[in-house]
């Protein structure tokens, strides 16, 4: 995991289960990710990784989530209901793909899209529309709900990370996902984590 990446997502869903586990911080910017220490415990090299108590890996936000929805489905974090289900994956893989993946890459790595610096500014400016629109596509299905579904589930912790990176980017959130946002900083695993990423300052607006 990195404090305040996509893995902090996979961490609210560990604490939300109430399971025991370590965590090893990797260094992004120091480019730990493509040391071979942790290329082989992913050799996709990124963060999340989770390696079972069996010694075996699963990589990726959503392999992750969704195993850990599976293995734990006391906890619900998947609904039961088929539809409701379909959209759990449509809004995670919405905020994954579209919000992180093609929205906030552009602006935390600028110079993985750009040709040369004299694109850079334009690329910034491709990924706040990805993102502005992106955000504007969930906010009217979050509209008159408290969660992506009735409750909490893998969804709302992959919406949350890239809510919590457009608050830390400044990037104003639309209303029905501002109050989302807020609603997940209410929880208590979701607090504890933040603090435990040294975020506790979020909790001061
Ligand atoms: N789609 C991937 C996204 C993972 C990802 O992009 N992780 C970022 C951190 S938020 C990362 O590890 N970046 C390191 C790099 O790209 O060098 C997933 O589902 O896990």
Redesign the pocket.
Known sequence: M?PG???TGIHILLEEIGLVFEAYP?N?LA?D??KPAYLAINP?????ALVREDGSVL??????ACWLAEAYPERRLMPEDVDARAHVMAVMNHA??TL??EG??RI??TE?FALDESENAAVLAQGRRIIDRGFAAVDKELAGRHYVVEHFSIADSALF?VEFWADRSGIPLPAHCRAHYARMLERPAVRQVLMEEGYARVFAH
């Open positions: 990195t990446s996509c893995s990797l992004l480019g990710q493509f996709r090299g990124s963060v999340p990589t990726s936000y959503q392999s992750i994954i793909h992180h993946g906030f890459a935390f790595t993985r990370y």
